[in-house]
């Protein structure tokens, strides 16, 4: 399933498919393994049938995957780093 029907990172997943039709019954799919091998989901962050998405700090649509404006502007605004510690919260800041 893992790069056919869907994308996964650590413990977030991403059912697509090329039509609604299609997204939806690749989610039905992924919906009844889960459920086969009793995973549980927080369903308060499911989101189901969207166009598009921001995921891990990316928008993600169909067309393509680009990095979230706010994160963006976020980092643009972060205070020039003047020591380890800054740099390091930097880094920490522009990798995620």
Known sequence: MVGEIMAVFMDDFLVYGDSFSHCLHNLELVLKRCEETNLAMSWE???FMVREGIVLG???????IEVDKAKIET??????????KGIQSFLGHAGF
């Open 58 to 64: 990316h928008k993600i649509s169909k067309m393509g």
């Open 75 to 84: 980092v643009s605004k972060l205070p020039p780093p003047t020591s380890v």
């Open 45 to 47: 962050k499911c989101h």
